[in-house]
């Protein structure tokens, strides 16, 4: 995983609250320009149309990687071979190589000269700086959402806190982490200011995938009581118990990260649910 300066931020409409059958936040369905991509209507050369057979089968390699990584079947450092790729999809070399190339984007592949695309590998130093700047990002938005904050906002939030506590019970990984994610880019919209939400909800995909590779299986990805107490205190006025709860909330997370994994002794085919 690189440590690039965050992309060019989205607009508020990709970063809302997505669904539990949805992508994660930044990870862009098929056809959908990611940051820094041309906007609709203005597909890059090659690119294949939102629709047709390729860009299915694009969206499909991409999903089941990104859901294999969610639920840490995929480990940090997999290869994902180009060719073995097509074999398992049963697509060309370039619908792959698109496929990887927009992983790669997401952070959620590294693509190296020699050694093709692996699963990304963050370092102890990208985990840091990455949660660094997500914790000082979240301090300074907290404030702005409170400041902005409606009645019938707050009753959404609670809405959104109710649904997360009912995947929390019956869903499994990766939608109970896309919906805890959720959470925090929806404190940012409801800041009001469209360039720290974009950088946001960069930063929350790029803390989910560490979360995934890294944290020990059973642990929650967020914790539920801590979201509700972060709009509590919101709600209640009290902003500086808000971002206090909030920093205290992200650092538990990352002291929970464990950059040592065992690899399993799985075929890529099982790694990826396909067998």
């Not at 496929?99 to 692996?118: F, P, T, Y």
Request: glycine share 6%; aromatic share 2%.
């Amino acid at each position: 995983m690189s440590t690039r300066s965050p992309a060019k931020p989205r607009t508020p409409r990709t970063a809302r609250p997505k669904p539990a059958n949805e992508p994660a936040p930044g990870l862009q369905a098929a056809g959908t320009p990611a940051a820094g991509t041309p906007a609709a209507g203005t597909p890059a050369a090659g690119t294949p149309a939102a629709g047709t057979p390729d860009a299915d089968m694009e969206r499909r390699i991409c999903e089941a990687v990104y859901e294999s990584v969610m639920s840490q079947r995929l480990t940090p450092g997999t290869k994902l071979p180009e060719a073995a790729i097509c074999e398992l999809f049963g697509v060309s070399r370039s619908v792959a190589r698109k496929a990887l190339q927009r992983l790669a984007h997401e952070h959620v592949v590294d693509l190296h000269h020699n050694r093709g695309a692996v699963v990304a590998e963050p370092t102890p130093e990208d985990t840091r700086q990455i949660f660094q700047a997500r914790r000082a990002l979240e301090a300074a938005l907290v404030p702005l959402a409170a400041a902005r904050a409606t009645k019938a906002d707050y009753a959404s939030l609670r809405k959104q806190l109710r649904d997360e506590h009912a995947l929390l019970h019956r869903a499994g990984q990766p939608a109970w982490a896309r919906q805890a994610s959720a959470f925090h880019v929806r404190l940012g919209e409801l800041s009001g200011n469209a360039i720290l939400h974009g950088y946001l909800s960069e930063l929350v995909s790029r803390c989910s995938l560490i979360v995934a590779l890294y944290e020990p299986p059973g642990n929650a990805a967020c914790e539920h009581g801590e979201h509700v107490l972060i709009v509590d205190m919101m709600e209640r006025g009290d902003v500086a118990e808000a971002v206090k709860i909030n920093d205290n909330h992200l650092a538990d997370l990352e002291r929970r990260i464990s950059l040592e994994r065992p690899q399993p002794a799985q075929t890529l085919a099982q790694m990826l649910g396909l067998a």
